[in-house]
């Protein structure tokens, strides 16, 4: 197996500080079922490549510890590519071999170790059984531009067909220890076959290399399944803690504990009144297909259903435990055949790209741009304006010039406790035209609930249209 790591970052052969491993020196390293190497075919200023090279032992990888050989299945041991193919071995020699660059640490160059650089990682066989569909899958939404070179079962007999493994190039600006990281959990994702018993430290292993990008891949739940070999506790309960870790992506606020925005806007009817406006905007603007980003637990998708005009309806939210909820509380498996197909629910963030969310007339983000981090803005917009482009967008948000009439709200505190911002008026038409401008849509403005004279609605909407 081969696992190739080039830079173009000046100078180059700080890679060598990054992976503390010397680009002047051959080095090897013993793993329990075979060798690994490092060495550095280019070492130059402009250009570094450094080379992961592992070795399977496949005798050693099968002989029993103990006992007599079991002399069932021999050929198929001994016989196989699994030497050859990038796989949950790649990823174990990784974690050993590179486990300071993987924790992001660098004596000599600490601040390169927290910097995105320019990074392009090479692997000549890389199993795909799904196709070269499934790496698109995965790592694109991680923001590489992704190479896929197909294989041939036998290059002597065309007519065998192609290989399910493929020549996979990376290439992105990231941190290292992020490429990393991303390579040591969707190697084995990939391959679909640990080589060892998977327990509940796997989980831990996950979310702490998943860490600042699991929660946000629209993939997450697949990922989870293979990572943890199809094993059904052991995935809800990485699904469960990527809900609840404190990095979770904005889309699964609506099921965290709805305490303080809840008991704040009950009196005004607040709620009801964003609900209705959101629904007479779709009304207006003559939507029949929906999306409702950030369903959250489904309450909008409830409202859309009892109106027939809404044909196709979907919810989308990147927290598996609120879809379910979403499923359960909309009765999904008892509505007739008609109403069912009108609705379909869908696990994705809402700040990567996904064609999913391609072809809709209108899309809804109801209380959720506050959810999301400040610097993911732009990745909100490319993901809904840009990738998505429904002929309508709805977005409401808080009025923060609003909140010091909350008498049970103190001074500068945000409605919700997973808030990441809280904007004025001002604030909200200044970002959504800026949208408006770059996307080649149209904005209009509403406040939602009693006007006060001097700070406004409660509640901020925008309604953009093509």
Known sequence: MLLTISTTYRPATDLGYLLHKNPGRFQSF???????????????????TAALLLEIDPVGLVRPKTGAYNSAGWLQQYVNDRPYVASSHLSVAIASVFNSALAGNSRERPELAQ???????????????????????????????????????????????A???????????????DLLAHLYVLLPVLDDAKHYWVGDDEVDKLLRFGAGWLSDHPHQALISTRYLKRQRSLVLQALDRLSDDGQVAPDVAAERGQHDEERLETPLRLGEQRMQAVLTALREVGATRVLDLGCGEGNLLRELLKEPAFRAITGVDVSHRALETAHARLRLDNLPAAQRERIALLQGSLTYQDQRLAGFDAAVAMEVIEHIDPDRLEAFESTVFGAAQPGAVVITTPNSEYNCLFENLPPGEFRHRDHRFEWTREQFQDWAQAVADRRAYDVRFHGIGSEH???GAPTQMGVFTQ
């Open 453 to 455: 004279p001097e700070y």
């Open 30 to 48: 013993p793993l329990p079922f075979g060798r690994a190497d490092v060495f550095y075919p280019v070492a130059d200023v402009d250009r570094c």
């Open 163 to 177: 290989s399910p493994c493929f020549g996979v190039g990376l290439k992105g600006v990231v941190r290292l220890r």
């Open 115 to 161: 910097q995105p650089i320019p990074l392009e990682a090479q692997l000549p066989t890389l199993p795909s059984r799904e196709g070269p569909e499934l790496i698109d899958k995965l790592f694109e939404p991680l923001g590489y531009s992704v190479e896929i070179r197909e294989h041939p079962l036998d290059a002597g007999f065309p007519e065998w067909g």
